[in-house]
Nanobody
Framework: VQLQASGGGLVQPGGSLRLSCAAS????????IGWFRQAPGKEREGVSC????????YYADSVKGRFTIARDNAKNTVYLQVNNLTPEDTAVYYC???????????????????WGKGILVTVSS
């Protein structure tokens, strides 16, 4: 089981990025796929989650209306479109997966079983 995250980088405030999380060694069917982030000096926090079982999506309040999570079945990849970025979005972003649905505690990192390497998103002018 491997998750490969990509798409991070430096972007100006108000800008956009598309983060990708490609899965290999397994199919994302029946798995929840979450995006988390960790800013310097802060704990890792849940950003968004996608339940492959029923297509349900979840978002942290801080990103609702700006971030969109979606899955490409053919590519076995989950994307996180991040728009209208602010400096507060600066963090290392991780994708992770766990069996089943995201659930009400989707935002807790300990609910995920497999993690990809983090990618840095820097929002700065």
């Amino acid at each position: 089981v491997q998750l490969q995250a990509s798409g991070g980088g430096l972007v100006q405030p108000g800008g956009s990025l598309r983060l990708s999380c490609a899965a290999s060694g397994f199919t994302l069917d029946n798995y929840a796929i979450g995006w988390f982030r960790q800013a310097p000096g802060k704990e890792r926090e849940g950003v968004s989650c996608f339940s492959s079982i029923d297509g349900s999506t979840y978002y942290a309040d801080s990103v609702k209306g700006r971030f969109t999570i979606a899955r490409d079945n053919a590519k076995n990849t989950v994307y996180l479109q991040v728009n209208n970025l602010t400096p507060e979005d600066t963090a290392v972003y991780y994708c992770a997966t766990g069996w089943g649905e995201c659930g009400v505690s989707w935002y807790l990192p300990e609910g995920m079983d497999y993690w990809g390497k983090g990618i840095l998103v820097t929002v700065s002018s």
